[in-house]
């Protein structure tokens, strides 16, 4: 996730003296005070997704969220000791200061650290109870204030989904330090997005980072308690994409268009100057119904998971199994 090579968005600024009328992806104003995601699960082996719990319009901005956690982040992962040790203590405050949270946004991490998935009922109540949703910003200003979990609507996980998901989760016995540190790193390689440096705008991309990322260098590395959970479509090649959308309009297809449904971006920028410093941002690349899943492309590199999104189920790019993203 930290690393992928997605393709960058445009980075505008509306100058309103030369042009009389803003484009239409321009993000003028925050996102609607209204629940517009909810986390479910989609199998035992993809584990959480996020869900649009209404209708989302083209380019709408569906929701900005502050980092659960922030630590240095290397392109190289494992090569640096002090890295290791600051995203471990990272995930060891995380755990401390949000036990129940953390262990049930990310059981597995939870797991690997020596806590166990909680007991259903435990978990309906940080599912549903609004708490994945205590970062979201609302608000123009993207001030602290304005905290509200209105942009989330809580979750659609069912009892038996939740406990064939974490049946699957293997608790360690004993965890060693050195368990911890590839746990963290592994945590820290799937779920983290790095922030650009300061002065460059923002990164941003369809699920990639910002083309000016230097590969060998140290960044910044954010985990989302939402954004986070959105999980990876393959985009579609060009010719696929286009026949598959012509069904969609001529009404022979009544799904989705293929490939992924947002984009996303860190801190403010053109499109969206009211969101703080290493806040997600994600805005819906086209239409999304009530109910689809939020996607987007995490880029062709290194992932470690046999992909099971829509383009590969659909056969847009060879089959379901066909594409391993290494
Ligand atoms: C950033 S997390 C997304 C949230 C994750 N589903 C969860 O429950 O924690 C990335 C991980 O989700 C899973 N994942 C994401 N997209 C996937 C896809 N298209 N097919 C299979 N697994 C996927 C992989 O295990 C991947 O390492």
């Known amino acids: 996730m930290a690393n992928p090579s997605g393709e960058s968005a445009k980075h505008e600024v509306f100058d309103a003296s030369k042009q009389a009328k803003p484009p239409p992806h321009f993000l003028r104003s925050p996102p609607l005070a209204l629940p517009a995601v909810r986390i479910g699960l989609v199998s035992p082996e993809v584990g959480y997704g996020l869900f649009a719990a209404r209708d989302l319009a083209p380019d709408e901005f569906v929701f900005h969220e502050a980092p659960l956690l922030t630590a240095p982040f ?32 990310y059981p597995a991490l939870a ?43 809580g979750a659609s996980v069912k009892q038996a989904e939740y406990e064939a998901y974490t049946a699957g989760i293997k608790v360690s016995a004993s965890v060693s330090e050195a368990d911890v540190r590839q746990a963290c790193l592994d945590f820290f390689k799937h779920y983290a997005f790095q922030v650009p440096p300061k002065g460059s705008g923002g990164a941003a991309g369809v699920g990639g980072v ?30 696929a994409s286009s026949s598959s959308a012509s069904l969609v309009m001529k009404g022979k297809n009544k799904g989705p268009p293929p490939g992924p449904n947002c984009s996303w971006r860190i801190g403010p920028s ?27 492309d995490y880029g062709k590199r290194e992932k470690g998971f046999d992909c099971q999104c829509d383009t590969c189920r659909d056969g847009l790019i060879g089959g379901l199994g066909s594409c391993h993203v290494l």
Not at 118 to 139: F, Q
Not at 218 to 228: H, M, P, Q, V
Not at 275 to 284: D, K, N, T, W
């Open 74 to 105: 290397n392109e190289k992962f494992a090569a640096d000791r002090a890295l290791v040790l600051s995203q471990t203590a990272a995930c060891r405050a995380a755990l401390a200061a949000h036990r129940d949270l953390v262990a049930v946004a």
């Open 111 to 153: 797991a690997r650290l020596g806590v166990p998935p909680l007991p259903w009922e435990e978990a309906r109540r940080v599912l549903e109870g609004g708490g994945l949703g205590m970062n979201l910003v609302v608000g123009g200003s993207g001030g602290g204030d304005g905290r509200a979990t209105t942009q989330f609507a």
């Open 210 to 239: 910002s083309a000016l990322m230097n590969a060998a260098s140290t960044r910044e590395a954010c985990i989302y308690l939402l954004g986070s959970l959105i999980n990876h479509c393959c985009t579609p090649p060009a010719s």
């Open 270 to 296: 053109g499109l969206a100057h009211f969101v703080r410093p290493r806040h997600i941002c994600v805005q819906a690349r086209r239409a999304i119904r009530e109910g689809e899943q939020l996607t987007w």
